[in-house]
């Protein structure tokens, strides 16, 4: 056998402590980069005569952020469904959120808002009551698409209904146009 002329070096064999430094290593570095994410892209082409300006990417409003206009005495609000959407052709999505007060008891009447942010704004805020709590109404649905709000709520045909027992079951949709949301039924709806 014959032995190298270069003394061995400490560094050419692995040993376990080299094995736990290069994992430690590579999980730094994957918890990091699970951590740094780029932001979201909010390049937007020139607008030009042949091509329109693409809107800015923001995010919907955060119903957790809002003080809604409901009286639940000792109880909090609670948001209890929520939908998004583009609902006034501005390029920005609003929030529409179901809310009712978080009864220890029974079935609380619902409220529908609409919720808008602008961009230099810290708190997002409400802009329409689509449902007043005061109309004893709970919502079963709620969708936004294409710019409209769907939903299909049960309610009372009178105020002798219990209200364990509503008998009333209505579909509804609201329409920005002219600077207010209108409601009517969309087609082939039924109440019961």
Known sequence: ??????????????????????????AGVVALS??????????????????????????????????????????KALVVKKATGDLDGDGRPETVAVVHCDAPMGTPPDAVYVLTQA???????????????????????????????????????SDSVPSCCPDVHTSVKWQWKNGTFLRSTPAGARSV
Request: proline fraction near 11%; charge should be neutral.
């Open 119 to 157: 961009a230099d704004a810290k708190k997002p805020r409400v802009v329409a009551t689509l449902i007043d709590p005061k109309d004893r109404t709970n919502v079963k649905t709620l969708t936004v698409a294409d710019g409209t709000v769907l939903a299909d709520t049960l309610g009372y045909s």
């Open 34 to 75: 699970s951590v740094l994410q780029p932001n979201p892209a909010t390049a937007a082409q020139a607008a030009g005569p042949q091509s329109q300006q693409a809107p800015v990417t923001t995010a919907a409003p955060n119903p957790a952020h809002v003080d809604f206009p409901i009286d639940c005495g000792p109880v």
């Open 1 to 26: 056998m014959q032995h190298s002329a270069v003394p061995e070096l400490a560094h050419t064999h692995t040993r376990p402590i080299h094995w736990v430094a290069t994992a430690t290593a590579v």
